[in-house]
C-alpha cells in the first residue's frame, strides 16, 4: 500500500493529501452516517489522471471512492472500507456550450448553478435541481431529480452521453450528442445512477432546455394535508404542465415562519411554479387555481419577479436548515419515499399519522408532483430510545412505498442507508446489478460498500 501512496504522489505531488483534517472531511456524510474517513484523498484535473490513479489503486487493491460536492444524503461518498477518495472539485470546466444543439459538455465537478451562470447569455438553462448546488457529475451518480422533475424530469432523461473511467483505468465513451440512439446497450443509463460503484464520471454531455418567456409561482394554504394532497393529484391528471408543484407540511411552515418571517399560515401549503408564454403561463395558474380552490386552498401568494420568486424557492431549497434550526439538539434521518401518484394521499396520509403517533417532529416536504415526497426525523441527540423510534418510522416507510406500488428512494439514493430494501424491491434483479459490478469490477473496488448485495 505504501507503494500505491508514493506512486500517486509522484503522480500528484501536493494534490495528494493525507492530512487528517482532509480524510475526516472526506469521511462525512450530511446524512446520519458516523465518520468513515479514507487513507487518502486525490485531487485530479483530467481523465487521465483519474485514470492513472484508477490503475494504481487497482494493482494496489485499494477502493476508490468518487467526491463532488459532498451533499448525498445516503452515504453515498464516505469509505467504509478506508481507500483513495478522488475529488473532482478541481475537474470544473464547463468544456463546450453547442446552442444549435442546445447540448453543454462537462467536467464532473461543475455545479448546477455554475453551469446555468455560464448559460445565461444563451438563452438555455439545466434544469435538474435537486436544490442543493451539487455536481452535476454527483448529481449523475445518483440519478438526482428535485423541485423541477415534474416538468423536465430527472438527471437520467438529461445526461445525453459519458465519459467513464472502469476499474482497471480503461477510459470508456457512452451515448453521442444526438437526440436518441438505438445502437446497443444504454451504458449511459447504466451509469446514471450506479453511485460509482462500476467506474468513475469524468465528462458529461447533458440536454439543455430554453428559458421559458414567462415564469410564474405561487404558494397557498390548505386547511388539512388530505386537501393539499388532493389539488396535487388532480393537478397532475388533469395534464397542467406543471414546472414545480411543492408540498410543505405545518411543522415545516412553522420552520419557514421562524427562520424567514414567511407570515404562512400555521397549515400544509403548496408552492408551484408555471414556465411558458405569457397566455401560457396565465391559463395554467388560472386552472391550477380553480382546482386548489376545489379543495380549499386560500391566501394565494402570487411571485411574477424574478427577485420574489428566487425568495420563494430558496425558503424550500434551505427547508433542511430551518427546521433544523427550529428543533436544535435534534440527531436527524432524513429519507424520502416514491409512489404512483394515485397512492400519494394514502402514503403522505399513512406516515404523517405514523409520525404523529411517534411523538417526535417530523416535518415533511416533497416534489409530490412526481409522486416523491421526504421526511426528517428528528429524534434528540443521545436520546437512543428516539433514535430507534426514528429507524422503525424510516423503515415503515420504505415498507409503506412498496406496498404502494413505489420505490424505497425517488431521489436520494441507496448508497449505505437503504440496502436492506434492494432484495425487497428489486428481487433477482439485484442479483442482476451485482453480476454486472462483478463483470465491471471484479476486484470490488469502486465505492465498496454502497447499492449492491454483499458489496
Known amino acids: 500500500m505504501s507503494d500505491a501512496f508514493a506512486a500517486l504522489t509522484e503522480l500528484l505531488g501536493p494534490r495528494l493529501n493525507r492530512s ?53 444524503l445516503e452515504g453515498h461518498s464516505i469509505a467504509p472500507r478506508g481507500g483513495v477518495t478522488v475529488d473532482f472539485t478541481r475537474m470544473d470546466k464547463v468544456l463546450q456550450v453547442l446552442p444549435e444543439d442546445m447540448v453543454a459538455v462537462v467536467q464532473p465537478g461543475v455545479t448546477r448553478e455554475a453551469l446555468n451562470t455560464e448559460l445565461r447569455a444563451t438563452g438555455l438553462f439545466f434544469p435538474v435541481d435537486p436544490g442543493a448546488n451539487a455536481s452535476l457529475g454527483g448529481m449523475a451518480s ?31 465513451r ?62 397532475i391528471q388533469s395534464g397542467i404542465p406543471m414546472a414545480r408543484i411543492e408540498f410543505v407540511d405545518a411543522v415545516a411552515a412553522a420552520a419557514f415562519n421562524a427562520q424567514s418571517g414567511a407570515g404562512w399560515a400555521d397549515a400544509p401549503h403548496l408552492m408551484v411554479e408555471f414556465h411558458g408564454s405569457d397566455a401560457g403561463v396565465a391559463e395554467q395558474a388560472e386552472r391550477f387555481g380553480e382546482i386548489a380552490r376545489d379543495f380549499g386552498a386560500e391566501g394565494f401568494r402570487w411571485a411574477s419577479l424574478a427577485e420574489e420568486r428566487g425568495k420563494l424557492w430558496a425558503m424550500r431549497h434551505n427547508a433542511y436548515r430551518a427546521m433544523m434550526a427550529a428543533h436544535p439538539g435534534s440527531a436527524p434521518i432524513t429519507t424520502d419515499i416514491c409512489v404512483p401518484i394515485s397512492r400519494l394521499a394514502e402514503a403522505v396520509e399513512e406516515t404523517a399519522a ?42 415503515r416507510m420504505a415498507e409503506r ?55
Not at 44 to 65: D, F, H, R, T, Y
Not at 194 to 218: C, D, F, M, N, R
Open 174 to 235: 457512452t451515448g453521442t450528442r444526438a437526440p436518441k440512439s438505438s445502437t446497443g446497450y444504454d451504458l449511459t443509463g447504466l451509469f446514471v445512477g450506479a453511485e460509482g460503484t462500476l467506474g468513475l464520471i469524468t465528462e458529461l454531455t447533458l440536454k439543455l432546455h430554453g428559458q421559458p418567456e414567462a415564469v410564474s409561482a405561487a404558494v397557498c394554504a390548505f386547511a388539512d394535508m388530505e386537501g393539499a394532497v388532493g389539488a396535487v393529484i388532480a393537478t
Open 401 to 455: 412505498a412498496l406496498r404502494l406500488g413505489g420505490t424505497v428512494s425517488g431521489e436520494h439514493g441507496i448508497g449505505m442507508g437503504k440496502t436492506k430494501y434492494m432484495q425487497a424491491e428489486h428481487g433477482e434483479a439485484w442479483q442482476v446489478m451485482a453480476a454486472v459490478k462483478s463483470a465491471l469490477d471484479p476486484g470490488n473496488l469502486m465505492n465498496p460498500g454502497k447499492l449492491l448485495p454483499g458489496n
Open 142 to 172: 445518483t440519478r438526482a431529480s428535485g423541485t423541477t422533475a415534474v416538468r423536465y424530469g430527472t438527471m437520467r432523461g438529461n445526461v445525453l452521453g459519458l465519459e467513464v473511467v472502469l476499474a482497471d483505468g480503461r477510459v470508456i
Open 354 to 395: 405514523d409520525i404523529a403517533e411517534s411523538g417526535m417532529p417530523g416535518p415533511i416536504v416533497g416534489h409530490v408532483g412526481d409522486g416523491n415526497f421526504h421526511a426528517l426525523l428528528l429524534p434528540r441527540a443521545g436520546d437512543a430510545a428516539e433514535w430507534e423510534r426514528a429507524q422503525a418510522l424510516a423503515a
Open 20 to 72: 487528517q483534517s482532509d480524510r475526516e472531511t472526506h469521511g462525512r456524510s450530511e446524512g446520519h452516517f458516523p465518520l468513515m474517513p479514507p487513507d487518502a484523498v486525490a485531487y485530479p484535473e483530467s481523465a487521465e489522471e483519474v485514470a492513472a490513479i484508477v490503475k494504481i489503486c487497482a494493482e494496489a487493491g485499494l477502493p476508490v471512492i468518487g467526491w463532488g460536492t459532498g451533499t448525498s
